[in-house]
């Protein structure tokens, strides 16, 4: 079986991707391995870059995502990064899936903060400031509406041509939707109930000082130690959750940097999403003052997220 981008897409709608994922980040019988990074050599041009994330359930499944970043590409007009995620069977090694990578990564990467959000966001946040209006936002806020009674998002990109494009495919699909122009981040932040960050920043977008009593921070964008999308103060504020303690200690600068200057400790991590999904952490309401607590969730990734996908997918069209 294979499955093209569009397929992958259907076969994975918010409800039961969210579920896929609670119920695999409740297992212990699950193996994923940290990811490999391979650099791999290419005559003439920049180095490209191979990437594995492996992950089985013994005797049930087994899947690998391979992405490939080949900068030379930009030269050629074709896209610098794509992947595919193979699933096979677990008793026989046969396999069962290829499908295709990027909207598989996309799909899951916005359930995991959908699913953080059921657990850390108020239950009646109706406001979300999606900051990126690139691949991800498209897909962070239908996950977000999904799991909390949302009526009005707000869109920030740097280029606000994109925010306008975006809110118009919203409103479109009958969502109350508006753009955040260039110098309105720091009021609609301070007015959301939920802020999802997707983009590439390398320097902090959304400050700590901004956030209100209650409000709820998900940080998507940043996947290396130099980037990051909020600053200190949030990282001192805010209760911190993360959908893998490992990964988001070596990988993400919106850690690693207030970590090295001291700020906080790798402690002041509260619980990771399997913590959350087996109920060894509650969430919000385990946290004092839940009603005006400021939660924050961080995801850099996690190969149990493929897998679940995969695994849904399979079964879906099957």
């Known amino acids: 079986m294979q499955l093209n981008a569009e397929q992958v897409r259907d076969a994975l709608p918010w409800n039961l991707m969210i579920e896929s994922l609670r119920d695999i980040f409740s297992r212990d019988d699950v193996c994923s391995p940290v990811r490999h990074h391979h650099g791999v050599e290419v005559p003439g041009e920049v180095e490209a870059t191979l990437l594995l994330m492996p992950a089985w359930i013994p005797g049930e499944y ?14 050629r007009h074709m896209p610098g990064l794509s ?30 903060s959908a699913l953080a959000s059921r657990f850390l ?32 998002v707000r869109v920030w990109d740097r280029n606000e041509a994109a925010s306008e494009a975006l809110v118009a495919e919203l409103r479109s699909a009958d969502i109350d939707a508006h753009v955040c122009r260039a110098d309105g981040l720091q009021q609609a932040a301070g007015e959301a109930d939920i802020i999802s960050c997707a983009t590439l920043a390398t320097e902090p977008l959304v400050l700590g000082d901004w956030l209100k009593p209650g ?45 090295r200057e001291g700020v906080i400790t790798p402690d002041c991590i509260r619980g990771e999403l399997a913590d959350l999904c ?32 995969a695994i849904l997918a399979y079964r879906t069209q099957s």
């Open 62 to 75: 087994l899947g690998v995502k391979q992405v490939k970043v080949f900068p030379g590409n930009s030269a």
């Open 83 to 112: 992947s595919h995620y193979l699933l096979s069977c677990g008793k026989t090694g046969h396999a069962l899936a290829q499908l295709e990578g990027n909207e598989l990564t996309a799909r899951r990467t916005a359930a995991a």
């Open 121 to 152: 966001s108020r239950e009646d946040s109706r406001e979300l400031l999606m900051v990126g209006a690139g691949r991800m936002g498209r897909r962070l806020i239908p996950a977000h509406m999904s799991v909390r009674p949302i009526s009005r």
């Open 215 to 259: 409000a709820h921070l998900d940080l998507v964008g940043s996947f290396t130690p130099t980037m990051r999308e909020t600053d200190n103060s949030a990282m001192q504020r805010c209760q911190i959750f993360v959908d893998i303690r490992a990964g988001a200690l070596s990988e993400t600068g919106d850690l690693i940097i207030p970590i």
């Open 278 to 309: 087996r109920g060894r952490h509650a969430g919000r309401n385990a946290l004092a003052d839940p009603d005006t607590v400021i939660t924050l969730f961080k995801s850099v990734g996690d190969s149990r997220e493929d897998l679940a996908a």
